[in-house]
């Protein structure tokens, strides 16, 4: 054993390896002390190996699934090593060899591998959010991206330059990486995978035969670097399922530019898919989603991950997000029938995958039974929008399946097919009279209980059955005795404490048709239930259809729900360059606030090409923040097609969305946060367009005053003057109020306070106009900091801003700062040792007098700088 032991092991390479005995999975060595203290279970010995006892634990097969989902979520791979041929095909294995029958060992095999990526089991899997799997190949400087969702089937190719691959990874977000060997790219947790697998043709090549077509053209135009990522996506896929690969749709290309941008800091600082703690609460998508099924808040989290760029297509959206809203009632009765409808995608999945159960089959005969009920409703619904049209049509034309299903399979199928019982009464004679064979046979075992009583006496005598002995006749110990004699009919088999087991030819006939039958009827079941898979299989792009038309309605309804509840708008999409929101709301701090009884104050934003960048100015704690990230929050929604949470609002399409934070916010990060907080900003110099949007929250703040307000002071410029694109700016230095003197597309703006009877008193409110003054320490008092503290820090304060009134400030100068393009064509002026070596140079020595000479050799040691000490 310990020889296909090791040899599995050696195969198994970095993944866990679960050896199957009997009905447990068990795990040795290292692998059992790693899995015994992530899941708290027992570690103990068997055997040993070199002298040593070696470790031990396991899992029941029967559990094993939580088992599983909970070392993947520690980061684990585990390789699954089956027993591949029963004992007693082992047995015959051995005959044949020559191998004494005490030596033969079962075979094993590693039938598949799990890992984070490649899961389509329900109760691994998180139902509202996608799984991706993400492959990643270079070709000649570009980066192809090929993701997939195993547990649907989903697949889209496409690529970017490296440098933006963090960004693309960031809006895919895909549990598993797979990347060619030694490509130093990707996340640090990459997989590494042979480079020839990733070969562009090779990929083609892959990809024709999993859809069984001779060219690609009908899916779309891929590069070859997509195709080479395509290839070693499929190469993976077929590593880690030994041969058997998951569902895999026809592939999707997107275009680079096709999406709304948004990069990976962006992405985090906006919370959309997860909170900055990690959990859904308190993320955008968290305070959106009201889908009722899994599907549909999957759709949801990909839309708000990758907005739209087209009008046509967002307004398509909107239109259906409208008629839901319009329709209350059927709203609600459409939402009712989603939510019974079971998630067709993965139960699909599973099938293909050929880890299906007759439950799975259920699943999708009930499900598609019920689209096409939908189908028949929505049909005759007035006034329907074009996307509605479109996705009705997706919903039907499964009726020759759907019957087929509904007459072989009982009402609810088991989750196991081993066991048979799933295939319905009626549908096949030979199977219906197996089954009446064994049930005439089981009626015949209990009839001969009570006929053995009588015959016996022993009002005790039972009929058993188990695993080992088959049926049995038990009596008690006392009563055994007239059984054993030689003519009892009977035959003895076991004696237990108390108890005495026998057979009788009878029985023995009886159980051998039982055990005959019932074999019979389960070969007959396991055949059918072949026959329905490939029937579903040669359907599942139907169906895989059919389930993203009703994820759509879903997101739909669930959105025109959410904007019931709050009043939501519809905004109206233009294609300039101008943002206007009315009495806009920040929905995450709005119902976080509503839980605590208290109101949040509503306010407008008003950019436009004259007017795009709002310096917004105020104590801290006034709502800054809040107000930035509620207008970047209502574009997102806006250009995913969502209504958005204000009472009107037109938005000019955004291409890009920058969102950045100052340091200071992020120091739980632990990397050189100000280093961050400028690699940042510099990306959005680089990367931002007059189209884009983009909300700065205190940067600069990550250093010394100078440092930060200089820093500042030049980003804005730049982003007024060179980038010119729409832009909010909260910051904490008044100094920066100066800018308006100069940029004519800059206003000012502050969150309104007042101080009311010595208590600092947050409005919430914009205003127009720059901040009086900062009330930090009216901020600090508000926050609890001891009162001799805040009283010596207003003494400190006001000698400070004596000597601000005396100097003019930090700022003094400022205001006559030539623009930053100016600044920077400017040449650096010289310094004091240039100049009096200018000065020497020009001197015409001839024509001084001595007296001359000595004032000036003055006067140049005058201007010499004082040496530091
Ligand atoms: P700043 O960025 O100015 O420091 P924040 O935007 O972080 O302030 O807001 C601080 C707190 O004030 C928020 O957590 C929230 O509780 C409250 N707040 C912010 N904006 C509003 C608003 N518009 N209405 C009501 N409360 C608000």
Known sequence: MMAQYLALREEAGDALLFYRMGDFFELFFEDARTAAQILDIALTTRGEHGGAPIPMCGVPVHSAEGYLARLIKAGCRVAIAEQVETPDEAKARAKREGTPSSKVLVGRAIVRLVTAGTLTEEALLEPRRANVLVALAELRGTV????????????????????????????????????????????????????NSFASDAGAERLKAVHGVATLDAFGDFSRAMLGAAGGLIAYLDHVGRGRLPLLLPPVARAAEAGMAMDAATRASLEILESTTGGRAGSLIGAVDRCVTGAGSRRLAEDLSAPLLDVAQIEARLALVQFWRDRPIERAQLREALRAIPDLGRALGRVVAGRGSPRDLGQLRD????????????????????????????????????????????????????????IADGYDAALDELRATSGDARRAIAAMEARYRDETGIATLKIRHNGVLGYFIEVGARYADALMAPDSGFTHRQTMAGAVRFNSLKLHEEAARIAEAGGHALAAEEAHFEELVAAVVAARHAIAATAAALARIDVAAGNAERASESDWCRPEIAEDAGLSITAGRHLVVEAALAKAGERFVANDCQLAEANRLWLIGGPNMGGKSTFLRQNALI?????????????????????????????????????????????????????????????????????????????????????????RCRCLFATHYHELARLAETCEALSLHHVRAREWQGD???????????????????????????????ARAKAVLEKLEATRTATGGIAAGLGDLPLFAALAAEPTPASPEQQLAEALRDADLDALTPREALDLLYEWKRALPKPKH
Not at 166 to 174: E, H, I, M, V
């Open 144 to 195: 192809g991206i090929a993701a997939v969702d195993v547990s649907t089937g989903a697949m889209v190719l496409e690529e970017c330059a490296p440098d933006q691959l963090g960004a693309a990874l960031a809006r895919l977000s895909p549990s598993e990486v797979v990347v060619p060997e030694d490509w130093p790219h990707g996340p640090d947790e990459r997989i590494s995978r042979p480079r």
């Open 760 to 790: 600092l008193v947050l409005l919430h409110e914009l205003a127009d106009g720059p901040a009086d003054r900062s009330y930090g320490l009216a901020v600090a008092r508000l926050a609890g900091v001891p009162a001799p503290v805040v």
């Open 367 to 422: 499900g598609l039974s019920e689209a096409m009920r939908l189908h028949h409703w929505l049909s005759g619904a007035p006034d329907r929008p074009a996307l509605l049209d479109a996705v009705l049509a997706k919903l039907t034309g499964h009726g020759a399946l759907t019957d087929w299903l509904s007459r072989a399979l009982v009402p609810s199928p088991p989750t196991e097919r081993s066991g048979g019982g799933f």
């Open 635 to 723: 574009v997102l929604l806006a250009q995913a097609g969502c209504f958005v949470p204000s009472s009107a609002a037109r938005i000019g399409l955004v291409d890009r969305l920058f969102s950045r934070v100052g340091a200071a916010d992020n120091l739980a990060r632990g990397r050189s946060t100000f280093m961050v907080e400028m690699v940042e900003t510099a990306a959005i110099l680089a990367q931002a367009t007059s189209r884009s949007f983009v909300i700065l929250d205190e940067v600069g703040r990550g250093t010394s005053t100078y440092d930060g307000l200089a820093l500042a002071w030049a980003v804005a410029e730049a982003v007024h003057s060179t980038i």
